[in-house]
């Protein structure tokens, strides 16, 4: 419902009263203070990886430097989106900011596939041309890179609740796999001095990374085109609205989220009496949401002449 002293002038019309649904249209889950402490320790990590990587010149180091400077942009867009996820509907967005999550979420994953193409391309050519890496600088790097990544992942398992952070944690899931390539190919190079670990680590580790990223952009992505949740079967919605006991026919049907977690639902029931509506109004709404969670509902009653 609407804050007691939102004086907006469209806040009665963003109103919910009894009988609507719980959803106000504000994320309210997930912690700032928790992605404020991992993106400082991912944002300082980064700036020791990148001057390490070029003293070492290994590229599996710059990789995972790269990757978590693209982790603290990540973190700081989750920021954002969180922020922008609490501001309450107004005039211009009576929806909300609910999709801002998604929205960065995207811009993330997008982000990840450009850095993955980087370093694929760049392994490709060192791996044909080796260039000279020092393996020990490599290897004490990495192991403190794996330190702080595990602190930050476990930081950000804490708040499961956003879309955004859990792309966030994604990434930096991924930056422990980089950090565990850049210490197997410091310690390969140092006692054996084969010089093509190192890029092959890193197209491995890319790889990885990019599995990770497709998954996440397929849900931010199904998100945003206004697809059926997941754990909601639009077939069974629409099969169980005709059975209810008054309505004939149910015709554009819409099934979305209006952020994540949770659903709503438009459409047109035909029932055989429209002075029945309200019972009948009753009993879809109960049946929705026992069945399929959902309370955001708004449906327009007809009757066929």
Same mark, same amino acid.
Request: proline share 3%; aromatic share 6%.
């Given at each position: 419902?609407?804050?007691?002293?939102?004086?907006?002038?469209?806040?009665?019309?963003?109103?919910?009263?009894?009988?609507?649904?719980?959803?106000?249209?504000?994320?309210?889950? *997930?912690?700032?203070?928790? +992605?404020?402490?991992?993106?400082?320790?991912?944002?300082?990590?980064?700036?020791?990886?990148?001057?390490?990587?070029?003293?070492?010149?290994?590229?599996?180091?710059?990789?995972?430097? *790269?990757?978590?400077?693209?982790?603290?942009?990540?973190?700081?867009?989750?920021?954002?989106?969180?922020?922008?996820?609490?501001?309450?509907?107004? &005039?211009?967005?009576?929806?909300?900011?609910?999709?801002?999550?998604?929205?960065?979420?995207?811009?993330?994953?997008?982000?990840?596939?450009?850095?993955?193409?980087?370093?694929?391309?760049?392994?490709?050519?060192?791996?044909?041309? /080796?260039?000279?890496?020092?393996?020990?600088?490599?290897?004490?790097?990495? $192991?403190?890179?794996?330190?702080?990544?595990?602190?930050?992942?476990?930081?950000?398992?804490?708040?499961?609740?956003?879309?955004?952070?859990?792309?966030?944690?994604?990434?930096?899931?991924?930056?422990?796999?980089?950090?565990? $390539?850049?210490?197997? &190919?410091?310690?390969?190079?140092?006692?054996?001095?084969?010089?093509?670990?190192?890029?092959?680590?890193?197209?491995?580790?890319?790889?990885?990374?990019?599995?990770?990223?497709?998954?996440?952009?397929?849900?931010?992505?199904?998100?945003?085109?206004?697809?059926? /949740?997941?754990?909601?079967?639009?077939?069974?919605?629409?099969?169980?609205?005709?059975?209810?006991? *008054?309505?004939?026919?149910?015709?554009?049907?819409?099934?979305?989220?209006?952020?994540? *977690?949770? /659903? &709503?639902?438009?459409?047109?029931?035909? +029932?055989?009496?429209?002075?029945?509506?309200?019972?009948?109004?009753?009993?879809?709404? $109960?049946?929705?949401?026992?069945?399929?969670?959902?309370?955001?509902?708004?449906?327009?009653?007809?009757?066929?002449?």
């Amino acid at each position: 419902m609407q804050s007691a002293t939102d004086t907006s002038p469209s806040a009665h019309l963003h109103a919910h009263l009894a009988g609507d649904a719980q959803h106000t249209h504000v994320i309210k889950h *997930g912690s700032q203070k928790t +992605i404020v402490w991992a993106l400082c320790l991912t944002l300082g990590f980064a700036a020791v990886e990148v001057v390490a990587g070029f003293l070492s010149n290994s590229l599996a180091l710059i990789s995972d430097a *790269g990757h978590m400077v693209t982790d603290a942009a990540a973190l700081g867009l989750a920021l954002f989106a969180q922020v922008i996820a609490k501001r309450p509907p107004s &005039a211009s967005y009576s929806f909300g900011f609910g999709r801002g999550e998604a929205l960065a979420a995207f811009v993330n994953c997008i982000a990840m596939l450009v850095l993955v193409a980087v370093i694929a391309f760049e392994a490709v050519r060192r791996f044909s041309a /080796p260039e000279t890496v020092q393996g020990p600088v490599v290897f004490v790097v990495a $192991a403190i890179g794996l330190t702080i990544n595990l602190l930050v992942a476990w930081i950000l398992s804490r708040d499961q609740g956003s879309m955004n952070t859990r792309a966030a944690l994604v990434n930096v899931l991924g930056d422990v796999l980089g950090s565990i $390539a850049a210490l197997v &190919a410091g310690a390969v190079i140092h006692y054996t001095g084969w010089m093509q670990i190192d890029p092959l680590l890193s197209i491995f580790v890319s790889l990885l990374i990019l599995k990770s990223t497709v998954s996440v952009l397929r849900e931010s992505g199904h998100f945003l085109m206004e697809g059926v /949740p997941a754990q909601i079967d639009y077939l069974k919605v629409g099969d169980n609205l005709a059975a209810v006991d *008054g309505v004939r026919s149910v015709h554009d049907l819409h099934v979305w989220d209006m952020s994540p *977690g949770q /659903p &709503a639902l438009i459409g047109h029931l035909e +029932i055989d009496d429209l002075q029945q509506w309200p019972q009948v109004l009753a009993r879809v709404k $109960a049946m929705l949401l026992e069945k399929h969670g959902i309370d955001h509902i708004t449906l327009q009653a007809e009757q066929d002449d």
